[in-house]
């Protein structure tokens, strides 16, 4: 390794010096060195956040780690602090929680796990990236990973993106080992990770209906059907293996068969209502829903629930879900144009190059956000790019670039409707470090080129 960091002849141009980095990474004696280099380096990264933000591991705001802890006190999975079922938030992640705690981990331990996964989701990037192109893509790809300010925030949060991103690269890892002379076992574990994916963060099943439908599409172009059955039904299998105990727990004890969760109703009013819109979106850009007009707004909803429905409907989490997309629908309906402000702002938002209240005292790590997201932007399209140029002929990158494509407009479009902020992009950032890997590919492409255009003369 110390070659690659050696300093060249003067007089090299630094091009010279990217090519002559990038043609190291694919050579045989740095085949794993360099992704083993990168996972060392997001480790360290990863402690050294979870060390200097440890105080956040005690803000569960999403209470997530309450109900891990009821879960294993009250042995159900309840509201918090209660013996009432609920399906308010996706299960996995307290799941995973209450694993953790039962061991005797305590928060710390949590925050190692969640140092562990996003060390993980940096490898199988990587690894993932370099089955798709060369060792250099994966190189660039997993370092995009690990630097990346979102990702590494995540791991001292008690949120579900470093979960979810690790399931995802898992899962994207798997995606580019799929052929068509698959077995049985490797599909139905990828629906095994979907179906986990699932229970982290539900929306992804738009992702997954935008994916099944592009599949069926290819299989019926290129006359496949067979083969898209069979895979699909392998796949789904697993998914359903998964997802089912959710299902039928929520029938039993909810007395719906809920597929996702009841929180949806809450996120997309939330988003869409009138105080939100005179607020916060009227308002110039940064400005953020205050405590108090929040809490006022809550109140008045909660006292329109019950006017509505009636006291003892009113708290029931399944009607209570109903009533509020029934009101959030109402007003996207009556207020079109307010809708669309709204969504311009989700859009925005989820798109941020830096949080959008940033205080003076953290100004310059903002700044230091912000060109980093400038440079990853650029770079992810400008990789893209390179790779329909160079591998869009090969199966594993278009099935690849396809899902993580999708995923990235799934996303975008679930978060132009519901609540949305720069932190629900966290997946996003996996895609488009796939993409990025696609910078080291036209480099490495361009020289073979080069090479055999003077060998030809």
């Not at 679930?414 to 488009?432: E, G, K, T």
């Amino acid at each position: 390794m110390l070659t690659f960091f050696w300093p060249l002849p003067y007089g090299r141009s630094s091009e010279s010096l990217l090519l002559a980095g990038l043609q190291h990474l694919n050579s045989q004696n740095c085949t794993h060195s360099y992704l083993l280099w990168i996972s060392l380096l997001a480790l360290g990264m990863r402690l050294g956040v979870l060390v200097f933000y440890r105080d956040q591991l005690g803000m569960d705001v999403d209470a997530y780690l309450a109900h891990a802890q009821t879960l294993l006190d009250n042995g159900g999975y309840f509201k918090p602090g209660t013996e009432v079922p609920t399906a308010f938030r996706p299960p996995l992640l307290p799941i995973l929680y209450a694993a953790i705690l039962s061991l005797g981990g305590g928060l710390w331990g949590i925050g190692i796990v969640q140092v562990m996964l996003g060390t993980a989701s940096v490898w199988f990037t990587g690894k993932t990236a370099s089955r798709m192109g060369n060792q250099a893509t994966g190189a660039v790809a997993a370092g995009v990973m690990a630097f990346d300010p979102l990702l590494l925030f995540a791991t001292a949060s008690l949120m579900t993106e470093t979960l979810f991103v690790f399931l995802l690269s898992l899962f994207c890892w798997r995606v580019s080992a799929i052929n068509e002379k698959s077995a049985a076992f490797p599909l139905v574990t990828l629906g095994l990770i979907g179906g986990a994916l699932a229970l982290c963060r539900p929306g992804i099943w738009a992702w997954g209906g935008l994916v099944g439908v592009s599949c069926l599409i290819i299989a019926i172009r290129k006359k496949r059907m067979g083969l898209f059955l069979r895979q699909g039904i392998l796949i789904f299998t697993g998914i359903s293996i998964v997802v089912l105990p959710w299902v039928v727990r929520n029938w039993v004890v909810m007395g719906q068969p809920i597929l996702t969760t009841t929180h949806g109703g809450y996120t997309l009013l939330l988003g869409n209502n009138e105080t939100f819109y005179k607020e916060v979106i009227s308002q110039p850009w940064g400005t953020t829903w205050q405590g108090d007009s929040l809490d006022r707004w809550q109140i008045e909803m909660e006292a329109e629930m019950r006017a509505d429905l009636g006291q003892q409907e009113a708290t029931g989490e399944i009607a209570r879900d109903r009533w509020m997309n029934s009101r959030a629908k109402n007003w996207i309906v009556n207020h079109p144009g307010s809708f669309f402000d709204s969504s311009w702002l989700r859009l925005r938002r989820f798109w941020a190059l830096a949080p959008h209240s940033v205080d003076e005292e953290n100004r310059m790590i903002g700044i230091a956000i912000s060109g980093y997201y400038i440079l990853l932007y650029l770079a992810s399209i400008i990789g893209l790019g390179f790779w329909l140029l160079f591998r869009k002929s090969e199966v594993p990158v278009v099935r690849v670039l396809t899902f993580t494509l999708l995923c990235v407009v799934s996303l975008t479009l679930i978060h132009l409707v519901y609540w949305s902020n720069m932190r629900m992009r966290a997946p996003v950032d996996f895609c488009l470090a796939i993409f990025a890997g696609g910078i080291a590919l036209g480099f490495t492409e361009r020289r073979l080129h080069r090479t055999a255009s003077t060998k030809d003369k």
